[in-house]
């Protein structure tokens, strides 16, 4: 079946009971037993949810995979990946990543006693440099969240594999429809499904989708036993959600691509990030493992001016300022005291997150609605 297919028809029956296209929304925590253990497969809805299975079917489906998993949220499905993990392990992790990510990481799990190394890995062999006994997991964020680099998830898992460490992708910005990890040797991909796969920025949800049987039992264990679960009525939002999602992603690198080309005009505008010009550094892997470039798009002002960057943030009309991503309508942040402000200053500087930068996430709009936005913010 294709991607296109997949995304409508994936992992997807018609309800048994009345034949109904779209699953019923089970809103319920438990299920009626006719003898302890006498039960049609759903004991208690922390468990198992028939929403949620087809949600999880649909997910394991648009990525190519077997198992599907989903959370409460993006970063419920990363902290299921983290427990995997034991006191004394070491993680490899992008440098440039969600700040919630790198939150829980430094903030949460390092008081556990699992250690995490950030490392740029657009240069993958840079990544060897950190592998002890003690590694288990590379963690790496593609397209990276906000500077928009591109790492060669073939190349990282490579590396993985002569190393024997798990290799997980979260894949939120590109989504399946840009690229495949599974397809390119990840062992574990995940999603804020709050971002491009629910889409319409009505839903927090996360999801995991890996092939291996064991990995599968193990993190569906730790689902069970932690309970970051999402609930009956989200899931089928997000069901909904993903049935357009190669309709929507289309426009969105349209009009991303758009966005990002009278950015790169604009005399205040200093630099643009977004993997789809020729000049971006990692433009080779990107045309390699990304089937187009994604509706994402960050900016820094002329001479690194943070005032200006934000009267352009204020200014944006159809642009709403606000954190988040990938739903149709377009959505404009800024990192350094929004979504990164929870990673140390030097930090942040170091991977090019300044206090002028600006990230869009491009909507579904009409581009020239969105270029005039732009034109009349920036002055
Ligand atoms: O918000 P939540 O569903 O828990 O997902 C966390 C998360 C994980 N990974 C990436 C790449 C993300 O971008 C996010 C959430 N990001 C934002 C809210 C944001 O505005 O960047």
């Known amino acids: 079946m294709k991607f296109n297919t997949k995304t409508i028809h994936g992992g997807q029956i018609h309800d048994k009971a009345y034949g109904s296209v779209m699953p019923p929304i089970y809103q319920t925590s438990t299920y009626a037993q006719s003898t302890p253990g006498g039960h049609k497969g759903y004991e ?75 490392v740029g890995m657009d240069k993958t062999s840079q990544i060897e440099d950190y592998i002890t006994p003690a590694t288990k997991l590379i963690w790496v964020e593609t397209p990276t969240n906000p500077m928009m680099n591109v790492i060669d998830i073939e190349a990282v898992s490579k590396i993985a594999k002569d190393n024997e460490l798990l290799l997980a ?25 709050t971002k491009y796969l629910g889409g319409h920025s009505d839903v927090i949800m996360g999801a995991l989708v890996v092939n291996d049987k064991d990995l599968a039992d193990r993190l569906y264990f730790i ?53 789809g010009f020729e000049s971006h550094p990692n433009h080779d892997v990107a045309k390699k493992q990304m089937n187009d470039f994604g509706g994402m798009v960050s900016f820094v002002t002329k001479g690194n001016n943070y005032d ?37 200053k030097e930090e942040r500087e170091k991977t090019g997150v300044v206090d002028a930068l600006i990230r869009l996430s491009v909507g579904i709009e009409d581009e020239v609605d969105l270029i005039e936005d732009l034109k009349q913010a920036i002055g």
């Open 44 to 118: 208690y809805s922390r468990t198992h949810n028939p929403t949620r299975d087809a949600l999880e079917k649909s997910f394991a489906s648009i990525e190519n995979g077997k198992y599907g998993l989903a959370f409460a949220s993006g970063l419920a499905a990363i902290d299921a990946v983290i427990k995997l993990l034991q006191p004394g392990d070491e993680v490899i992790s992008t440098n440039d990543l969600y700040g919630g990510s790198y939150r829980l990481f430094t903030k949460i799990f390092q008081n556990f006693g699992i250690k995490f190394h950030f």
């Open 169 to 193: 992708v979260d894949n939120t910005f590109a989504t399946p429809y840009l690229q495949q990890p599974l397809e390119l040797g990840a062992d574990i991909v995940m999603h804020s499904a």
């Open 223 to 275: 689902q069970n036993a932690s309970g970051a679960v999402c609930g009956p009525q989200d899931s089928f939002l997000v069901l909904r959600g993903i049935k357009t999602l190669h309709i929507r992603m289309q426009r969105h690198c349209e009009n991303g691509k758009a966005v990002a080309h009278y950015l790169a005009k604009h005399p205040k505008i200093e630099k643009v990030y977004w993997p």
């Open 308 to 344: 200006e960057a934000i009267k352009i943030a204020e200014n944006l009309k159809i642009f709403t300022l606000a954190e988040s991503l990938g739903g149709v309508e377009s959505l404009a942040g800024h990192p350094a005291s929004m979504t990164h402000a929870s990673i140390p």
